[in-house]
């Protein structure tokens, strides 16, 4: 079964310091990966997401992540976090099997920004 | 352009009893996808409704079910609530292998 993990449970940093959060997942066909971002009492945005060509994508308020296939991986970074970053994040795999498009959802990661 | 639009936002019902969330797709979209978030927890994929008929199902019992209109529009039912069953129901709409946009949701609390 296809499974996503997400490392880090609950990560704090100060403002200004550079975010990397892991995401791998399991499965070893062709997949569309995913960032969303729920930030506190709104719903789940999209960050970015990766279908094919270039594995660095860019998304939006300055995040981007790479696309490694022989780790089953797909990291989000952002080179200096603000305030406004304190969120919810969650990394989705989407299988590209005809009939399964089955989102999955890593178990999210919590991150506190301190001003 | 209306994104996802759910209702209601939040619902309180008591065990055993039985709950219909409905859910608008954005404009354009055709598939209309479900899960709960337990708190802390991600998203769980309940099932996905295309062209009126169930596509794909997780691993929910039977006391979940749903359906979709002519319209996309679509609805969650569940009945013999238990208390496991208060969460956050997501409604996520999407045309074929693109990405998922996501409604506000309902907060489901069974007492």
């Known amino acids: 079964a296809q499974s996503v993990s997400q490392h880090n449970h609950h990560v704090i940093l100060s403002e200004a310091a550079s975010l990397e959060l892991g995401c791998n997942y399991s499965y070893g066909g062709t997949v569309n990966l995913f960032w969303y971002v729920q930030y506190p009492g709104q719903h789940l945005q999209l960050l970015l997401k990766?279908?094919?060509?270039?594995?660095l994508v860019k998304g939006i308020k300055g995040f981007e992540a790479e696309f490694i296939k022989s780790k089953f991986s797909f990291n989000l970074r952002k080179p200096s976090v603000q305030w406004s970053d304190t969120a919810e994040y969650f990394c989705a795999a989407l299988r590209r099997d005809f009939g399964n498009e089955k989102l999955t959802f890593g178990t999210g990661t919590r991150l506190t920004i301190i001003p | 352009d209306a994104g996802v639009t759910q209702s209601p936002t939040h619902l309180i019902k008591t065990r055993g009893q039985q709950v219909t969330l409905r859910c608008s797709p954005k404009s354009g979209h055709d598939t209309v996808s479900w899960y709960q978030q337990a708190l802390g927890q991600g998203p769980q994929f309940i099932f996905q409704y295309y062209e009126e008929e169930e596509r794909q199902r997780g691993n929910f019992p039977d006391r979940f079910s749903g359906h979709q209109f002519p319209n996309y529009s679509s609805e969650l039912n569940v009945n013999a609530l238990l208390l496991g069953d208060s969460a956050l129901y997501l409604c996520?709409?999407?045309?074929?292998?693109?990405?998922?946009?996501f409604g506000q949701g309902t907060r489901l609390t069974v007492v």
């Open positions: 996520a709409s999407s045309l074929v292998w693109t990405e998922a946009f």
């Open positions: 990766y279908f094919s060509g270039d594995p």
